[in-house]
């Protein structure tokens, strides 16, 4: 039996699993098991592999962020960093009880804009519930300052400052007289005001806020951002991406004459990558790369800053050839394309086999040659 070599069998782009699993039908019907090694891959068995990488993006398949605004009353159910599916909660607003026993003075009816501004600061405008916000006020829309919120114009309700339109909705402001004198208000959204009528006595452990969720619209990785007013919850989208675009990958044990049979006239394979007639083994950085896709060889990881230290200065730019130190692609250099400061990641070109391939990595993965 010959030494088991690695090898890169080329296929036409997009045909990368159906010739996968026509070469592992070919070594079962021609009993060549002893011969081409087996891998277990997410619970499935294969002779060959099509490495995948898993790639966070945090924008959507319609290219808008997956975007959820959670006030501070509202209890993150979901942990941030970890992974979330489609249906799962985000965030829950608890149920809210009376404190005390009390009476309803007053339930005045209002509406309420908030303006997201461009530090995404938040401003609050209270409107009376008789009066009409103009149409064009929409959740989402972005609005410049000196612009009216109704359609009187009253100068009592102007934007101050541009910024994004986050929240539009109709509440209660409801006045409660407590047993000693006491008074106290509460803002309560419409949708979850409890049984809550002007004139009500209503018992301490009463409900005069009912529960409210929020929950997840997509599936992902959830990253969480503190601000003055809001947390904002982004889901960012996780992609599983052809770490090779067009290879194959075995490592076999066969004779020549073997090998170009196992291939030949198989629909969507090309050939062996080195030579048309003659396969030729994969050395050097490319094969470290297969054996640790395949989980043969440890994938190096570059130390992780604390979160007490500063943020890792820049000192690279774009157009640079650096060399990559953590990942299954370490050993390998490439030419920086990209450097995104807000995450602290950037995106080198390795050339695999003659062909370029994006890497995204963090700044800590990469060194300076």
Known sequence: MQMKKWYAIQTYAGSELKVKEDLNERVRKRGLERHVDLFHVEG??????????????SRSRH?????Y???YEYDLVAKPNERITRGDTVARKPIRHIEADAHVVEVEPLQRVIVEMTNRNE???????????????????????????TIDADEKYVVTNKGKIVLREKLRRITFEYADGKTK?????????GKVRKGMNLKEGDVIEVEDTIVSRASGLLKVKEYKDKRVVTIQRIEKRRLFPGYVFGRMGLEIEEMMA???GLRGAVRYVGSRFKPVPIEGPEMKLIRRKAGLLEIPTAATAGASEPKIE????????????????ADFTGEVKEI????????????IFGRETPVRLGFDGIEKL
């Open 185 to 193: 208000t509460r803002l309560i959204p419409e949708k979850y005001l």
């Open 69 to 71: 605004r959670i006030p």
């Open 63 to 67: 290219g808008a962020g997956t975007e």
């Open 123 to 149: 401003e609050e405008y209270l409107i009376p519930g008789d009066k009409r916000i103009r149409r064009d006020i929409r959740v989402g829309e972005k609005i410049r300052n000196g612009v009216p919120l």
């Open 262 to 264: 196992l291939i030949d």
């Open 340 to 351: 995104d400061k807000d995450s602290e990641e950037v995106t080198v070109m390795v050339k």
């Open 314 to 329: 820049v000192d690279f730019s774009v157009g640079e050839v650096v060399e990559i130190v953590e990942g299954p692609f």
């Open 44 to 57: 499935e068995e294969t002779f060959f592999l099509v490495p995948v990488e898993e790639v966070i993006t």
